[in-house]
């Protein structure tokens, strides 16, 4: 008993509409990745403003270290630098807070943007999905054994449209009652290639 997507309309729209399916969430996922780095591009201002801020702490630092050295003075000329290289790590900070709220913002949209399609994916396709597998699974045990192919046909007999039941026999379903293995191998072959299954005969 196998599948096979290639032959049979259901297992063959079950296949079209796995591969539209990847490529949805795939599509899904690269704008998401590229919206997240569009979004990052807003974190270079303050990657610049925190390197400046940084660069111009440390040489205030660094030239307050060298007034200091003056003999007298050297501590009242020190205050000043030292004011500057503060106020310049608190700009370096400023820039590093602005780079984590872009980083914040980033993932915030990239989620947000990924919630629909993938919502749609695992609420929507994937419990369909899991459900036809199951009837193909359960449709490909009962045609194993006879009285499951039985089954199989009154199923067809009830289901299936009556052009297509035409067509396997005048009187199908009188075929059935008489257990006629060639009509109830006809039904219990088109109910499973419904379901995307094909059988071996008896």
Known sequence: MKIYADRFPTAARQLLTDLLVVAWVYVAIRGALWLHDLVQKLAVPGQKLEGAGTGLADNLGDAGRKVGRVPLVGDELTAPFQRASDAAR???????????????????????????????????????????????????????????????ALRALVSQPLGRLNRIAPDVAEAWRRGDDETIDALATLELRQLGVRGRGR
Do not use: C, E, Y
């Open 90 to 152: 608190s700009l370096a900070d400023a820039g590093r807070d602005q780079q984590h709220m872009v980083d914040q913002l980033a993932l915030a949209l990239t989620i947000a943007v990924l919630i629909f399609p993938l919502g749609l994916v695992l609420f929507g396709w994937l419990p369909l999905r899991v459900r036809w597998m199951r009837r193909a699974g359960s449709a490909a045990k009962l045609a194993a054994v006879p009285a499951g192919r039985d089954l199989l």
